[in-house]
């Protein structure tokens, strides 16, 4: 039961009446009105914007078309006041049975209760962290991650095909600096002394145990080899255990994706990356030109030469874009290019790419290239990176960086990485829970202020443990029930078959609104691709709960068990069942545990 789309459909079945009365004019588009809380909650239980949106093609005053159609719904049962706001807004509220449906509507579907099918089976990529394989994950990769895995349990959640991707940049510089790095560990495990690291070298401890591995299967023998002999072996020898780490720490979050991409099979086989550039080509996109130089840019390094270059520009970019190199080697965007280019020949109607925050100039030429790939158009909105239209879309989300605190004071260093905390220290420390609660607690594109003693916390400042308490303490009111009624059990005839029209207190009603809402959040956090709209709802609706909770401490007769009166325990504890359905299908959906009780 979605509350506001049965209103809305309410609303809709009336204008459709003052068309058939004449009182609208016929030909009407209904699509625009909506449905939606008031801005305040004194005005009503939720408003519409209906007479707005349709005043203009009726060539009406809003008032108007408001006052008709308040008319229309005051007739309506469930009903009990329509009134018109200055500006057209119709306010409404609805009789105390309206809510008390939901909580029927609730038990009867139980872990389906919010779930639509918007997806219809369309087929969605979500490509998320996608990590260099040269060290342990930090902090920031997590953000991206949980928020990539929660929105993937979203989308699948509202009827989507999803395919969880992980990009593997297995190919170009970065992977041969993490080579060189592993060798000057191999050097040192031969007993060498290797003096200090090369800027830009990755000195982490965590390479150790790779060089140890390498001087144990080879002893001295790649000492005797020259770079070009020894490179791909050891690239190879690195990237793997690298890659191994890397999916443990996520399994750590309880994250596992369905496919990982390597960008090096791009070019292993078939070279992709040269038939996109021809098919490129073939429509017009790639020329051979020169590029003006950067602003800024050093005289000394600036090469002025002849290159292949993608027409960008023509979809919005900055520049248009190199595609190869001074050496005749693929630039990292040629590879993009390619690895998009094959995502849209795999058939996927939807593209999401999680992107970190040091990646945010990559974002017009990759929306550039998925238009060029598959037709449709950039639209750029606030907050917003997307292609529409065309046979695939793409939306891009920026997870911005995480500041890690302990009790207020920054934390920068890590024990394992030498220059940044690991994304598995922080897990090991607070738990998977508390890490995939707060990377959701906030916008993605906001940067997230993150204090491991405050995560710990048992108080209503730390969200997820007032989330887990709210839902632990559903259970338990179930267990502390058997020692007055032991038949008053979950899913049992007693609380399905319950006399929800008991359930008139203010505080039961507000609950039953708040239970009524998430639906509407599931589908509006769908549309969005903004998981993080579950976790605030989750704690406005723990808010509601441990506040009927309280209430019923300074008022015994509005606690859920009245040891004297089976009938209406057997409905607050309905009431309380569903109010447990939802967190638990809450934090499903964001990946986190819904405890029975707390430890």
Not at 331 to 339: E, G, K
Not at 357 to 386: F, N, P, Q
Not at 513 to 531: T, Y
């Amino acid at each position: 039961m979605n509350v506001h789309a049965l209103v809305h459909a309410r609303i809709v079945s009336a204008l459709e009446a003052l068309v058939g009365e004449g009182a609208l004019p016929a030909g009407l588009d209904f699509a625009s009105v909506e449905v939606s809380p008031p801005r305040e909650a004194a005005r009503g239980d939720l408003a519409s914007n209906a007479a707005l949106v349709l005043a203009r093609a009726a060539q009406m005053k809003p008032r108007d078309i408001a006052d008709k159609l308040a008319e229309k719904l005051r007739t309506l049962p469930d009903i009990e006041t329509v009134e018109v706001a200055g500006g057209g807004f119709l306010n409404m509220r609805f009789a105390p049975r309206f809510w008390q449906d939901v909580v029927v509507a609730i038990l009867n579907e139980g872990a389906g209760y919010g779930r639509v099918d918007l997806g219809r089976g369309e087929r969605v990529n979500i490509e998320y962290v996608s990590a260099n394989p040269t060290g342990p994950m930090h902090v920031g990769h997590g953000r991206g991650a949980v928020f990539g895995d929660a929105l993937a349990n979203l989308l699948a959640f509202v009827g989507y095909d999803v395919t969880r991707e992980y990009y593997i940049n297995d190919a170009g510089g970065q992977v041969n600096v993490l080579a060189r790095s592993v060798y000057l560990r191999y050097r040192q495990a031969l007993g060498e002394d290797i003096g200090r690291f090369p800027e830009g070298s990755y000195s982490g401890d965590y390479l150790k145990p790779v060089g140890a591995q390498l001087a144990r299967e080879h002893g001295r023998a790649l000492r005797n080899q020259p770079e070009e002999r020894w490179l791909p072996l050891v690239r190879e020898a690195a990237i793997a255990p690298m890659l191994a780490a890397i999916k443990d720490d996520l399994a750590a979050l309880n994250i596992r994706h369905d496919v990982f991409f390597s960008e090096r099979s791009l070019t292993s086989g078939e070279d992709e990356i040269a038939a996109t550039i021809e098919e490129m080509r073939r429509k017009g996109l790639v020329y051979q030109g020169r590029l003006d130089k950067p602003k800024g840019h050093d005289d000394g390094d600036w090469e002025d030469r002849e290159q292949t270059l993608f027409k960008s520009t023509q979809f919005g970019d900055d520049v248009d874009r190199a595609l190869l190199k001074s050496d005749g080697s693929y630039t990292y965007f040629a590879a993009d290019m390619a690895y998009h280019h094959n995502k849209v020949a795999r058939g996927f109607h939807h593209l999401i790419n999680v992107f970190g925050a040091d990646h945010v100039g990559y974002i017009s030429r990759i929306l550039a290239t998925v238009v060029a790939l598959a037709g449709g158009k950039v639209v750029m909105k606030r907050g917003e990176h997307r292609t529409e239209g065309g046979s695939t879309d793409l939306d891009i989300k920026i997870c911005q960086l995480v500041n890690l605190f302990r009790a207020g004071a920054q934390v920068r260093m890590s024990k394992r990485a030498g220059e940044f905390v690991t994304l598995r220290e922080v897990v090991d420390e607070v738990g998977r829970d508390p890490v995939r609660f707060m990377m959701l607690y906030r916008k993605n594109d906001a940067p997230l202020d993150f204090d491991l003693a405050k995560v710990l916390e048992q108080s209503k400042d730390n969200p997820v443990f007032y989330v887990q308490m709210a839902h632990a303490r559903c259970k338990s009111i179930f267990r502390n029930v058997q020692q007055f009624f032991p038949a008053l059990i979950e899913n049992s005839q007693e609380i399905m078959g319950a006399d929800i029209s008991l359930l008139g207190d203010a505080g039961e009603i507000d609950l039953m609104k708040k239970l009524a809402v998430f639906p509407a959040a599931i589908e509006g956090s769908a549309h969005a691709h903004e998981p993080h709209r579950i976790a605030f709802y989750l704690y406005d609706l723990a808010s509601s709960f441990h506040g009927q909770y309280a209430r019923g401490n300074d008022s015994p007769h509005l606690r859920f068990i009245q040891p004297n009166n089976g009938t209406l325990t057997a409905a607050r504890l309905a009431l309380v069942q569903a109010n447990a359905h939802v967190l638990a299908s809450g934090l499903q959906l964001l990946g986190v545990l819904a405890p029975s009780e707390m430890r």
